[in-house]
């Protein structure tokens, strides 16, 4: 967890959540961070069954501390719309300085979107082939594939 990010009475508050990419970067985030980001993603996801599951995947569904999206469990074909998501949705609410009930100028506010710009950062990185150990600033290690596939798609037609 980034201490810097959250208000002091939130030093001691834990991660509850992770966006994991494919190269195992991972944005990692208290459980109302983690839920608001996939929210904002969600917004920007026009698969309405993408989209619900995505919603689905926040802690007050799955349970606090359960949160996971993996990009790598998730169907080939949605992986470039979550990425495509993620990029547009950040740049919507940094420039509007508001989400929900979080807006510019509070301490709230300065560290979801902190941590939000590094999963931007990291999808970046991960794009131009720079090794995902270079920048992972939420995590100490590289989190391992789990093999699964989880999320809409992966059934077969028919």
């Known amino acids: 967890m980034v201490d810097y990010?959250?208000?002091a009475i939130w030093d001691n508050?834990?991660?509850g959540g992770f966006i994991v990419l494919e190269d195992g970067r991972a944005y990692a985030a208290a459980?109302?961070?983690?839920?608001a980001t996939l929210r904002a993603i969600s917004r920007e996801v026009s698969d309405p069954v993408l989209r619900a599951?995505?919603?689905a995947q926040q802690s007050r569904q799955v349970g606090m501390g359960m949160t996971s999206v993996d990009l790598r469990e998730i169907a080939p074909h949605c992986r470039p719309v979550l990425r495509t998501a993620i990029r547009r949705v950040y740049e919507q609410v940094a420039s509007e300085g508001r989400f929900e009930n979080l807006h510019a100028g509070d301490g709230w506010w300065d560290g979801w979107l902190s941590l939000f710009h590094d999963l931007v950062e990291m999808?970046?990185?991960?794009?131009?082939g720079e090794?995902?150990?270079s920048f992972?600033?939420?995590?100490?290690a590289?989190?391992?594939p789990s093999g699964r596939q989880v999320g809409p798609g992966w059934e077969s037609p028919g």
């Open 5 to 7: 990010c959250f208000p």
């Open 13 to 15: 508050y834990r991660v």
């Open 31 to 35: 459980n109302w961070a983690t839920d």
């Open 53 to 55: 599951w995505l919603l």
């Open 123 to 128: 999808l970046a990185r991960s794009a131009a």
């Open 131 to 133: 090794a995902a150990g």
């Open 136 to 140: 992972n600033p939420h995590m100490r």
């Open 142 to 144: 590289l989190i391992p």
